[in-house]
């Protein structure tokens, strides 16, 4: 999947600037690769990781507990990312893989993932 080029052509990201593709395609691809899914997607785990703890539970962990990503970037989890994360998200599982994305929650925002910030 080529998420930044598809996601640039589609409806849905007018109101997006680029970063904020740039920063969503990221943070969906480190996801996929350590999801329960990427076998059945085709998606090899992405390494070289061992900064990030991927035991949150929060589909924004890069951003939440790396505040040299948020310095670098400029952009903010609630005002930039989540909403960015969100469409990306939703129009990758309803084009790119067919309502697959559904069956692992982890991927999704929530009340508990959104407050996991330790």
Excluded: F
């Amino acid at each position: 999947m080529n998420m930044c080029r598809w996601l640039l052509r589609s409806y849905s990201s007018l109101t997006l600037r680029s970063s904020q593709i740039a920063a969503a395609a990221l943070t969906l691809a480190i996801n996929l690769s350590h999801s329960r899914l990427a076998d059945k997607l085709g998606i090899k785990q992405i390494t070289g990781l061992e900064g990030l703890n991927m035991s949150i539970k929060c589909p924004l962990r890069i951003w939440k507990v790396n505040s040299n990503a948020r310095k670098i970037t400029g952009l903010t989890v609630e005002d930039d990312l989540k909403p960015a994360y969100s469409i990306l998200l939703a129009e990758a599982d309803l084009y790119n893989c067919k309502g697959m994305l559904a069956s692992d929650p982890s991927l999704y925002l929530n009340e508990n993932s959104q407050s996991a910030s330790k």
